[in-house]
């Protein structure tokens, strides 16, 4: 089975410095999507980033980016000029075609300092 | 275009009572799939429904029940609730697959 792993249980960063969330996972499938999740205090799930396996060419979305090493099954999300609005849990996440279920990382938990 | 729509968001019940979850996807998603949140357990992963046929099932008991209906809304179904049944439940939509899911905000169930 499909396992995501999240070693950072928590994280800080300084306002408008940058900050990398660490993600592993395990699987024997060659084609499949990861995922970077943020869920604030408001509860609700938000995608920040998504990869797609077959692409070589790491994914960004504005200030968020991540480093996909497929052969090491590494995939780690960087944050930069990092902001207040950016506090919350980041959960990893796997998804395989067939599958129908995302598999989460027990998340990390991210406090901005001002 | 409105996002995914949970109902209620909170919601107390007492030891072996059963409730019922409410989940509307965005307007066109056919795949609505549920997950129960807790402190100890994380993400876990209940079941997929796709044009109201269940498609995966996560390992829990079969007091865990869902359906779907033909305008793609879901319900989930807990009977014989237990203490540990205390959790958010999120649901998501997806036109297929969860090669990008959108979650609603959760239905947060206190049993006691």
């Known amino acids: 089975a499909q396992t995501v792993t999240q070693s950072q249980p928590e994280m800080s960063v300084q306002e408008a410095e940058t900050v990398t969330l660490s993600c592993t996972y395990d699987?024997?499938?060659?084609?499949?999507?990861l995922f970077w999740y943020k869920q604030p205090p408001s509860r609700q799930m938000i995608l920040v980033i998504r990869?797609?396996?077959?692409?070589?060419q790491n994914a960004t979305e504005n200030r968020f980016s991540v480093n996909f090493q497929k052969a090491a099954k590494s995939f780690s999300l960087k944050i930069s000029d990092s902001q207040l609005g950016d506090a919350a849990m980041y959960f990893c996440a796997y998804y395989q075609g067939g599958s129908e279920k995302l598999v989460f990382g027990k998340g990390t938990k991210l406090t901005v300092n001002p | 275009k409105a996002g995914v729509t949970q109902t209620p968001r909170y919601l107390i019940k007492t030891r072996g009572q059963q409730v019922t979850l409410s989940c509307s996807p965005i307007?066109?998603?056919?795949?609505v799939s549920w997950y129960q949140q807790t402190p100890g357990q994380g993400l876990q992963f209940l079941f997929e429904?796709?044009?109201?046929?269940?498609?995966n099932k996560g390992n829990f008991p079969g007091r865990f029940s869902g359906r779907q209906f033909s305008n793609s809304r879901s319900e989930m179904n807990v009977s014989t609730l237990e203490l540990g049944d205390s959790a958010l439940y999120l649901c998501?939509?997806?036109?297929?697959?969860?090669?990008?899911?959108?979650f609603g905000q959760g239905t947060r169930l206190t049993v006691v």
């Open positions: 990869q797609e396996a077959y692409k070589q």
């Open positions: 699987t024997s499938e060659s084609d499949y999507y």
């Open positions: 998501a939509s997806s036109l297929r697959g969860h090669t990008e899911a959108f």
């Open positions: 429904y796709f044009s109201e046929t269940q498609r």
């Open positions: 307007s066109g998603h056919r795949s």
